[in-house]
């Protein structure tokens, strides 16, 4: 399977810990995005990359959240001192070069914060 | 206003109907159209992409765009219970990054047999 691989799939950890996750994206594929769903809700953009630059980051994207892509291949998503608010379901997606290409999500990380 | 909207349904249709999704997005610049479709705990998984006005078909799916209306849809025609899922209506807005998508709510779909 060439998919996009998330890891873990699931994360639980204690208020106030840190908490990175890892994405491989299609192999072809040179952007690669970051998206939180919460329950009930579409996904919401954090931040995307064009191989190894970081191009764009949401204004929800705070002070505790890094993303990096250090090769343009994989990419990983760090928070630091977890509340209890990001509780939700990561979503990395990659596409390829071009305008208009549609995006295509991995499985996902679904974070609890206890 | 809501940058891209849904009805949140749920939408209920029976097994063999055509089950008719709407979406309408806010940025009369936006360029790309895309319907996702996503089971319950599971990623979202692209079925259509739209960039021009009119129809697109894909088997059981039309896509349907009208940019002077600001309107997309999805049509799902011979629904059948495994097209039950959550369909999410995602935009690439002008006015943010050309890169990034903006989805509306989902619609819950539900096929009854």
């Known amino acids: 399977d060439t998919g996009v691989s998330q890891d873990p799939r699931h994360k639980i950890t204690k208020r106030g810990q840190n908490v990175t996750f890892r994405c491989d994206p299609i192999?072809?594929?040179?952007?690669l995005y970051w998206y939180r769903q919460t329950l009930g809700q579409g996904p919401e953009f954090l931040t995307y990359f064009q191989n190894e630059a970081q191009l764009e980051k949401s204004r929800l994207l705070s002070d505790r959240f890094s993303a990096e892509r250090p090769k343009g291949s994989f990419s990983t998503l760090e928070i630091q001192r977890t509340e209890q608010g990001d509780s939700a379901m990561y979503l990395c997606?990659?596409?390829?070069?071009?305008?208009?290409?549609?995006?295509?999500f991995g499985d996902g990380t679904r974070l609890s914060i206890l | 206003q809501k940058e891209v909207e849904q009805n949140s349904g749920p939408l209920s249709v029976p097994e063999g109907a055509i089950a008719s999704l709407n979406c309408t997005y806010s940025?009369?610049?936006?360029?790309?159209f895309f319907w996702y479709r996503q089971y319950s705990g599971k990623s979202p998984e692209l079925i259509m992409s739209i960039y021009s006005n009119g129809d697109k078909e894909d088997g059981r799916f039309t896509a349907q765009l009208n940019k002077a209306s600001q309107y997309v849809s999805l049509l799902i025609r011979d629904s059948q219970p495994s097209d039950s899922a959550t369909y999410l209506c995602a935009v690439s807005l002008s006015s943010g990054s050309a890169r990034q998508l903006t989805f509306g709510s989902g619609t819950q779909l539900t096929v009854l047999p």
């Open positions: 192999s072809e594929h040179n952007r």
């Open positions: 997606a990659s596409s390829s070069r071009g305008s208009n290409q549609p995006q295509h």
């Open positions: 940025d009369r610049g936006s360029q790309s």
